[in-house]
């Protein structure tokens, strides 16, 4: 049996590499936002997107994320480069847990047996997808993973490590303290053990910025995104964990099933961002709930393994469309953003609303237009401060202007921001275009400075 399983585990990571390898090129453009920390992080000691910024925000969450990238690249391995080498290691972990935890089951259980086959092989298919794109998730579903593993233990550090990879996982901890009787000698050691992530977290922000709350937390969460679209999402989501879901419940392990029901829900409807629709990377670390699932012959629970099985079918197309969205992406970035880095020094100034490839290639300094990146045009953007948002861009001497359009022939923007600097800056024929990415054009405003 152990031979079995180790084959297994051998047969299934060289899947996983062999993916992850014909993977490359596939890296997000929000990706080359945190190596763009990461690098000056490593190189100035700050952590910033924009050492030029007044008043300084942090736009990248995932801190400890960002700083295992800037350490490897303190020591002479750039980010695009040193993340693939630690997902495979870390993805190669998982498969090897995962395999270990569901592989026991009984050969006579048909059902069962498919479930467990289709839900590795599903897993290391979503898992080589999400190690390829050069964000946390990895690390993060790896976190999550040891944490679980460690959940009666009241002295669980790994609790310490939660805030630090996600923010959001701090339910996780909220649940793993309230799993104690209150006010007893647990209580307060998990209190003092996951107070400690936050005080490193809230340390880390009064040190390097100006600006205490992630900025993400503003320009990407909506309150108001509750469609029935999204309600058919949530309930396709819902699917895929079913049996987890009853599971646990049927268990009355609700303190442990509470944070994968609210995270799937606050993925769904509070979440509006690029790179969380890829490969819904958020939801993936969610999966380590299966690492703990056991096989019952109950009617309903075969029941919900047939829809979750047949709801992994579909996102698995759901994935390839993502993986060629992302190839005609980045191939846009190259032959525009790319363009543009070819030529610009370190005299210039841009303002870009696809924050990442530009800001990481180019020798010209770099400003986020959507403020995911840069405090001032945030806030200056959310209270559509016009005059604001122009002050500064004229006191920065920002000198080129990039704006994405969906019309070549004249200017239709993608975002209110776009439209918010075109006409406060009163942008008129744009001095270059560039094809971006299907169906939109990249535009180009070169302006004097005095």
């Known amino acids: 049996m152990k031979f079995n399983n180790y084959f297994f585990t051998v047969l299934f990571c060289c899947f996983f590499i062999c993916l992850l390898y014909t993977s490359q090129g596939l890296i997000l453009d929000d990706s080359y936002i945190t190596f763009n920390y990461a690098k000056n992080f490593a190189t100035y000691f700050k952590p910033w997107y924009n050492l030029d910024s007044e008043f300084q925000g942090n736009g990248q969450t995932s801190l400890l994320w960002m700083w295992i990238l800037a350490l490897f690249q303190f020591i002479g391995i750039k980010p695009e480069i ?13 498969l090897y847990r995962f395999i270990k935890s569901t592989f026991f089951v009984n050969k006579k259980d048909i059902i069962g047996s498919i479930f467990y086959l289709s839900m590795i092989c599903f897993f290391t ?5 999400n190690a390829s794109h050069g964000l946390e998730t990895i690390l993060a579903t790896v976190l999550l993973y040891l944490f679980f593993s460690n959940w009666k233990n009241p002295k669980n550090y790994y609790a310490i490590l939660l805030v630090l990879v996600r923010p959001e996982f701090a339910i996780f901890n909220i649940f793993w303290i309230l799993s104690s009787k209150f006010f007893s000698r647990d209580f307060f050691l998990k209190a003092g053990i996951s107070l400690s992530g936050f005080l490193i977290f809230a340390v880390y922000y009064l040190v390097f910025f100006d600006f205490y709350l992630p900025l993400p937390l ?15 999402v949530f309930v396709g989501y819902i699917v895929v964990f079913s049996p987890i879901i009853y599971q646990f419940f049927r268990n009355k392990k609700y303190l442990q099933l509470s944070p994968l029901v609210f995270l799937i829900f606050y993925y769904t409807f509070n979440i509006n961002s690029y790179s969380s629709g890829i490969y819904i990377r958020y939801l993936f670390p969610l999966t380590i709930y299966f690492f703990f699932i056991v096989i019952e012959k109950a009617l309903i629970m075969r029941i919900l393994m047939v829809l979750s099985m047949l709801r992994m079918c579909d996102l698995s197309f759901n994935f390839h469309e993502h993986t060629l969205g992302i190839i005609d992406d980045n191939q846009g970035f190259k032959n525009s953003y790319g363009k543009i880095a070819e030529y610009t020094t370190a005299k210039d100034r841009i303002l870009v609303f696809d924050a990442g490839y ?33 002050d500064y861009l004229v006191r920065k001497r ?33 001095t270059k275009i560039y094809p971006l990415y299907s169906g939109y054009y990249l535009f180009v405003y070169k302006l004097e400075t005095h």
Do not use: Q
């Not at 040193?82 to 998982?94: K, Q, T, V």
């Not at 320009?219 to 108001?224: D, I, M, V, W, Y």
């Not at 990039?402 to 406060?424: A, I, Q």
């Open 82 to 94: 040193s993340f693939y080498f630690i997902n495979a290691i870390l993805g190669c972990l998982l």
């Open 125 to 129: 298919y979503w898992l080589a997808l």
């Open 218 to 232: 503003l320009l990407k969460s909506s309150l108001s995104s509750y469609t029935l679209a999204g309600v058919k």
């Open 358 to 390: 530009t800001a990481y290639f180019t020798n010209a300094v770099c400003y986020d237009g959507l403020g995911l990146n840069d405090a001032t045009l945030l806030l200056a953007a959310k209270n559509r401060d016009c005059e604001k948002y122009k």
């Open 398 to 430: 920002i000198n080129y202007i990039t704006l994405g359009s969906s019309s070549r022939k004249e200017f239709r923007p993608r975002v209110g921001t776009e439209k918010l600097v075109h006409e406060c800056m009163d942008l008129k024929s744009p």
